[in-house]
Structure formats: structure tokens, C-alpha cells
């Protein structure tokens, strides 16, 4: 075979393998229209208890840390701030709307190790369960990059359990 018929054949290869991709994507994107993730600022008179800058990873099927679901604006990874407040979470993901999620909509916080493709030291991701707009529990995996997992974990904990006030506390 001569150069250019091995590099015609490549050519070929590289073009069936990104077709290949591309069909997957929208089959994705289709079986996953139904699920939103709620857009939208933090409501007025919500107080920031903390914010964390970092990485968001992925979000994926409730309890199924390698099936990835494309939702509008949480398809792909992309640097992110958490912004925890006293109303519920905000994530700002670059180039995409806010997405705010109030504390009722928050399912569960817990520490991780995998999720998608990333894998890191033990409990070094934080997974944050939430609802959907249709009620669908979801799991969004984040890195935080200037504190540890398990103080993101705690901050959106504590917005979650009702605080006890008064001398008996």
C-alpha cells in the first residue's frame, strides 16, 4: 500500500470514529431532554455562608457514578464556583446560566472517589443529589480546589438539617 492509500484509509478510520461520537452525543442528548436542572439567581434576602471554587465533573444517574446524563448546561465538565447559601446551592459553570438549587430540592451531600472518568484520592469528590424540575434524583460530582471535599460536603450539609437556636442548643 502506498502512503496515500494508508493515509486515505486513516482519514476514513478518524471519520467513521467522530461520526461514531457524534451519534452517540445526540442519542444522549435525546434519551436525556426530559431532565433540566432549575436556572436561575439566588433568591432576594438569601445569605452566602461560603463559596468554593473548583471543578465541576459530571452529573450522572442517582447512584450510578459512570452513566453520565446530558442535561442542558451539566453535559460536560468545566471550572466551577459553588456558591452554598442559606436557600439552597448555586453552581456557576463557565459559558452556562446559574443554576440554583434550593435546599428543598437538595436530595443528599456525600463525599466520592469516582465518577465518569475521574478518580481521585479517597473522598476527594463531593456528590450533591438533587431533584430535577420533573423530580428525577440526580448526582452532581464536584473537586473543589481551594478547600477540602469534606467541607464543601459540610457546608451544603448544614443547610440541609435544621439548626437548633435557643439556650437548650
Known amino acids: 500500500m ?18 461514531l461520537l457524534v451519534w452517540g452525543w ?10 433540566t436542572a432549575p436556572q436561575g439567581e439566588i433568591p432576594a434576602g438569601g445569605a452566602v455562608t461560603a463559596v468554593f471554587p473548583g471543578l465541576y465533573v459530571a ?10 446524563l446530558a442535561i442542558g448546561g451539566l453535559g460536560f465538565r468545566s471550572k466551577a464556583d459553588v ?9 456557576d459553570l463557565t459559558g452556562q446560566p446559574r443554576v440554583f438549587l434550593a435546599a428543598e430540592r437538595i436530595a443528599g451531600v456525600a463525599q466520592a ?24 434524583v440526580v448526582d452532581s460530582y464536584f473537586r473543589p ?7 464543601l460536603a459540610d457546608a451544603i450539609a448544614d443547610i440541609l438539617t435544621p439548626t437548633t437556636t435557643g439556650p437548650d442548643a
Request: net charge positive; aromatic share 2%; glycine share 8%.
Open 113 to 136: 472517589t469516582v465518577a465518569i472518568d475521574r478518580v481521585v484520592e479517597p473522598d476527594g469528590l463531593v456528590r450533591l443529589e438533587w431533584r430535577t424540575d420533573g423530580g428525577t
Open 2 to 19: 502506498t502512503q496515500q492509500g494508508a493515509l486515505l484509509v486513516m482519514i476514513a478510520v478518524a471519520a467513521v470514529l467522530l461520526a
Open 59 to 68: 452529573t450522572t444517574k442517582h447512584r450510578e457514578p459512570l452513566e453520565r
Open 83 to 91: 456558591t452554598v447559601t442559606d436557600r439552597g446551592v448555586a453552581i
Open 26 to 35: 445526540s442519542r444522549r442528548v435525546r434519551r436525556d431532554q426530559g431532565l
Open 145 to 151: 480546589q481551594e478547600a477540602s471535599a469534606r467541607a
